[in-house]
C-alpha cells in the first residue's frame, strides 16, 4: 500500500479491511492531497466492463427474483406510508366517507397542543428506560449465564421465555399481579404491613409498571444476543490480559466492553426501534393511556380511541416516523464510527 | 424461451399490482366536500322490499349475554324462516364495536345490525352511518309507542328515530350487608350521599381488620364510564357536566361536587378508586359498597351466593340538592346501518324489533339485569326469581337525561373521564381542572356538533 507508517489509521486499515475503515482510508487520503490518484477509477472500469459483459438473461433473472419483493414492499409499506402522510394533511373522522383538507394543521395542533410535551415526553422516558433497562440488565444475565454452571442452559431457556410469549397475554397477567385489590403483589405488601401503590390509577406509577412489564418481557432478547457475543470474544486474550496482571474489571472493561460494542450497537438499533413500537403491553394494561400514552399509542388512541380523529392520528404516526428515521440515520452515521468490528 | 417466458409474467404481475394499486385508492375519504345525501324509501316503497335472506348483527354482547343472544336469533330464525343472522362478535365493550363500526365504513361492506351505546348512536346519526327508522318500524309494524317512552326517547335527534332501545341500564348502588351490618348501620343504600358520608368511617372501622379491606366505598373504575356514574354526584349537588348544549362542568354547584368526591377519597380516606372493576373489588370484599350497572346484577348475586356473602341493592343515593332524579340511565340500543340495501334495511327492521319485543327484551333482563324495553313486558316472573330485580325497574321511574357533554360530544365522555383522573388519582386542582374541562369541551362542540347541527 505504500504508506507511511506514522499513519496508524492506514496501517489498521491495510490489515483489517472494513466499512469504517474504508471510510477513514478515504478520509485521510482526501487530507492528504485531493491530487493523488486512487487505485479506484480501475475498479469502477471493471464493474462497468462486467456491467457491459452482462447477458440480457441475467437481468431478466434478477428480475423476475427481485420484481416480486420490490412490488410487494412497494404495495404494502411505501404506499401506506404515502398514504398516511397524505391523510395526515386532512381534517377526517374515522369512517366518514369525506374530509377536508387542512395542509399542516394537525401539525400545528399537535405541538402546539400540552399533548405534544407529554406525550413526547412520555415516549422518551419509557424509550430510554425501557432500552437501558433491557440491555444493562441483558448484559448482566449474560454474563452470569456465560459463566459454567449448573442447570445453566436451564436458566438460558427460562431468561428467554418471556421474550416469546404473547405480549397481550404477559400484560394480563402482570395486571392481575399488580392489581392494588387482590392482585399477588398487595398480598406480599400486606403481608408485611405496607399498602399497595396505586399501580394504574395514578399516571407516574402507570408508567413505571408498564416499564417493569416491557423489560421484563424483552430481556432474555437482550441476555441471548450479548451472550452470544460474549463467546465469540476470544479466550487467549483474556488469557493474555489475565497473565498481563489485569484485574476482572479491568478485563471486562478493556476487552469485553470494547468487543461487545458490534452487538451492543445492534441491540441499541433493534431495541430503540422495538421500545417506540411498543403497543401490546400498553394497550393491554393501561387502556386509556393514563399516563402511558407514547407517540404510537397516542396515534391509535386518537383514531381508534373515543375522538375518531383519523387524520391527527396520521400526523402522530408521521411525527413518530420522523423520529425514527432522525434516530436511525444519527445511529449509523455517528454511533457506528464508535463500533470495534474484530 | 426463457426471455419471454420471465417477461410474460413481469408484466402479468406488473398489471396485478397495478390493478391492486388502483382497486386500494378506492378507499379512504373524498375532500370535495360534497358529503353522499343518505336516502331513505317512502313507507308505500318499503311495502314493496322483500328483505334480504341474510343479514349480520355486530355485538359485544354486554351483560355476558353470548348465549342469550344466540337463542334469541335462533327463536328470531324460527319465527322468520327465510332470514338468516349472522352474529358478530364487535369486541368485549361497546368502545371495540364502534371501533369495528366505523373502521367497516372504509370498506364496502358493513355489518347491518351494530350495537350502539349511548355516546355512539348520535355520532352514528351525524356521520350517516346509520338510518332513520321511523318508516321501516312501520313498514314491519312496530311503533314507538310500544316501547318505553323513557328509553325510547333517547334516540331522537331532529324529530327522527335512531335505533331502539336494547340492553339498556342505570347504575345501582350495590353493598355488602354483612359489613354494614358490622357497623350498625342500616343493612340499605344510603337516602343521600351525605348519609353515607356519616356512615363511612365507621363501616371502614368495623372491617378494617378483615384480610385485605380497603374502603367504605369504591368508585368505578376511570376507564369504565366515570363520566357516566359521577353524574349521579354532580345531579345530587345541584350540578351537572352540561345543560343542553351549555358547559356547567366549572360551576359552582359542580366543582363543590367534585370537591365532595376529591376530599372522600383524599382528606376523608373512605373511599377508593378501582384500578379495574368495582363490582369484583366488592366481590372480592375489599370495598364495602360501590356503584356499578344493573347489568352486573345477575352475575353478582349469583357470585355472591356461591361465596356465601350477602349483597344487596338500591337506588342510587341523592345530595344535598336533591334527593330523586338523580339516576342516569345507559347502556345500548339497537342502529341499522345506511351503508346497505333496502332489502338488507327491512330485514335488519324485522330483526331489531324482534330482539327489543316483550318476550325477548325479558329473556335478556332475567339473564343479566337490563332494563325490560317494551311496554308489555311483565317483570313479575323475573321479580319472583331475584327480588332485586324490582330495584332496578323502580328507579327507571325516576331517572334523568345524561347530559349531553357526555352523550353527544364526540369524545365527551373521555374527557370527562381525564378530568375525574386528575381530580380523583392526582388530587389536582378542582376549580381549575374543571374550568380547564369546559374549555375542551368547547372547542370539541364548536368544531365538531356545532356545524353538523346547523346543517
Not at chain 1, 305 to 322: E, H, K, M, P, T
Not at chain 2, 57 to 78: C, N, W, Y
Not at chain 2, 396 to 412: E, Y
Amino acid at each position: 500500500m505504500g504508506r507511511s507508517n506514522t499513519d496508524g489509521a492506514s496501517v489498521a486499515a491495510s490489515t483489517a479491511p472494513g466499512g469504517m475503515h474504508d471510510r477513514v482510508r478515504t478520509e485521510n487520503r482526501d487530507a492528504q492531497s485531493s491530487r493523488v490518484p486512487v487505485d479506484r477509477p480501475p475498479l469502477a472500469g471493471i464493474k462497468r466492463r462486467r456491467w457491459n459483459r452482462r447477458t440480457r438473461k441475467d437481468t431478466w433473472v434478477f428480475v423476475a427474483f427481485a420484481a416480486p419483493n420490490i412490488l410487494l414492499i412497494l404495495l404494502f409499506t411505501y404506499r401506506p406510508l404515502i398514504t398516511n402522510i397524505y391523510y395526515s394533511t386532512l381534517d377526517w373522522t374515522l369512517g366518514s366517507a369525506s374530509a377536508t383538507a387542512v395542509g399542516i394543521g394537525n401539525y400545528v395542533e399537535f405541538f402546539s397542543s400540552p399533548d405534544a410535551s407529554n406525550v413526547l415526553g412520555v415516549t422518551a422516558i419509557f424509550t430510554v428506560t425501557t432500552v437501558g433497562g433491557a440491555m444493562i440488565l441483558g448484559l448482566l444475565v449474560a454474563l452470569a449465564l456465560n459463566q459454567r454452571l449448573k442447570g445453566r442452559t436451564f436458566a438460558r431457556a427460562v431468561v428467554f421465555a418471556p421474550y416469546v410469549l404473547s405480549g397481550v397475554g404477559v400484560g394480563l397477567v402482570w395486571l392481575f399481579i399488580f392489581d392494588p385489590t387482590y392482585g399477588v403483589l398487595s398480598w406480599i405488601l400486606r403481608g408485611v404491613g405496607q399498602v399497595s401503590p396505586q399501580w394504574v390509577n395514578d399516571p407516574k406509577l402507570a408508567l413505571v409498571m408498564v416499564t417493569i412489564v416491557y423489560v421484563w418481557k424483552n430481556l432474555g432478547y437482550c441476555a441471548v444476543v450479548y451472550l452470544a457475543g460474549l463467546q465469540s470474544i476470544p479466550t487467549q486474550l483474556m488469557e493474555a490480559a489475565a497473565l498481563d496482571g489485569a484485574s476482572n474489571v479491568r478485563r471486562f472493561l478493556s476487552i469485553v466492553v470494547p468487543l461487545l460494542s458490534p452487538t451492543t450497537f445492534f441491540l441499541l438499533i433493534t431495541s430503540l426501534l422495538s421500545s417506540l413500537q411498543a403497543f401490546d403491553i400498553i394497550r393491554i394494561m393501561t387502556p386509556s393511556g393514563n399516563g402511558t400514552s407514547t407517540l404510537i399509542f397516542d396515534s391509535y388512541l386518537q383514531a381508534f380511541g373515543s375522538y375518531n380523529r383519523a387524520g391527527y392520528s396520521a400526523a402522530i404516526s408521521v411525527v413518530l416516523f420522523v423520529g425514527l428515521l432522525i434516530m436511525t440515520a444519527v445511529q449509523l452515521r455517528f454511533v457506528e464510527r464508535k463500533v470495534h468490528y474484530s | 424461451m426463457s426471455i419471454s417466458l420471465t417477461r410474460k409474467h413481469f408484466l402479468g404481475l406488473a398489471g396485478a399490482t397495478l390493478g391492486a394499486a388502483a382497486m386500494a385508492a378506492c378507499a379512504g375519504p373524498s375532500t370535495d366536500g360534497a358529503g353522499t345525501a343518505l336516502k331513505t324509501l317512502s313507507p308505500d316503497e318499503w311495502s314493496k322490499v322483500k328483505p334480504a335472506s341474510s343479514i349480520s348483527f355486530m355485538s359485544s354482547h354486554p351483560g355476558k349475554s353470548r348465549d342469550t343472544e344466540v337463542k334469541l336469533i335462533e327463536a328470531f330464525q324460527a319465527a322468520n324462516p327465510g332470514i338468516k343472522v349472522n352474529l358478530i362478535t364487535g369486541g368485549s365493550n361497546y368502545e371495540e364495536v364502534a371501533q369495528k363500526f366505523q373502521t367497516a365504513q372504509a370498506g364496502s361492506e358493513v355489518p347491518d345490525v351494530v350495537l350502539a351505546s349511548d355516546v355512539w348512536w348520535f355520532r352514528y346519526a351525524v356521520s350517516g352511518a346509520i338510518l332513520p327508522i321511523d318508516d321501516l318500524l312501520k313498514a314491519v309494524g312496530v311503533s314507538t309507542s310500544d316501547y318505553n317512552p323513557g328509553l325510547i326517547g333517547d334516540y331522537k335527534h331532529s324529530n327522527q328515530q335512531w335505533a331502539v332501545p336494547y340492553a339498556r341500564s342505570t347504575p345501582l348502588f350495590y353493598f355488602n350487608k354483612d359489613h354494614f351490618k358490622a357497623a350498625g348501620v342500616p343493612e340499605r343504600a344510603p337516602a343521600t350521599w351525605e348519609e353515607f358520608a356519616e356512615w363511612a368511617p365507621g363501616i371502614k372501622e368495623a372491617n378494617a381488620s378483615s384480610s385485605g379491606y380497603q374502603n367504605a366505598y369504591q368508585y368505578p373504575a376511570i376507564a369504565g364510564y366515570a363520566g357516566w356514574t359521577l353524574q349521579n354526584v354532580l345531579w345530587g349537588q345541584g350540578g351537572s357536566w352540561s345543560k343542553e348544549w351549555d358547559i356547567t362542568a366549572d360551576s359552582e354547584a359542580s366543582v363543590a361536587a367534585m370537591q365532595w368526591v376529591q376530599d372522600s377519597i383524599v382528606k376523608h380516606g373512605w373511599a377508593g378508586v378501582s384500578s379495574k372493576n368495582a363490582i369484583t373489588d366488592l366481590q372480592a370484599g375489599a370495598v364495602s359498597a360501590t356503584i356499578s350497572s344493573s347489568a352486573d346484577l345477575a352475575a353478582t348475586l349469583k357470585a355472591a351466593k356461591e361465596a356465601n356473602m350477602r349483597i344487596g341493592v338500591g337506588f342510587l343515593p341523592g345530595g344535598s340538592a336533591a334527593s330523586t332524579q338523580v339516576c342516569p340511565t345507559g347502556g345500548s340500543g339497537l342502529v341499522i346501518a345506511s351503508k346497505t340495501s333496502p332489502e338488507r334495511q327491512l330485514a335488519a327492521a324485522k330483526f331489531v324489533t324482534f330482539m327489543t319485543n316483550a318476550q325477548s327484551t325479558m329473556a335478556l333482563s332475567s339473564a343479566t339485569g337490563y332494563l325490560p324495553v317494551a311496554e308489555a313486558a311483565d317483570i313479575s316472573s323475573i321479580v319472583a326469581q331475584t327480588p332485586e330485580f324490582k330495584t332496578v325497574v323502580d328507579q327507571l321511574k325516576v331517572t334523568r337525561t345524561q347530559d349531553f357533554a357526555r352523550t353527544f360530544l364526540p369524545g365527551g365522555d373521555q374527557e370527562l373521564a381525564k378530568a375525574a383522573t386528575k381530580i380523583m388519582n392526582e388530587k389536582a386542582d378542582v376549580k381549575s381542572t374543571l374550568t380547564q374541562l369546559k374549555g375542551t369541551l368547547e372547542g370539541i362542540y364548536n368544531k365538531d356538533v356545532k356545524p353538523k347541527l346547523k346543517a
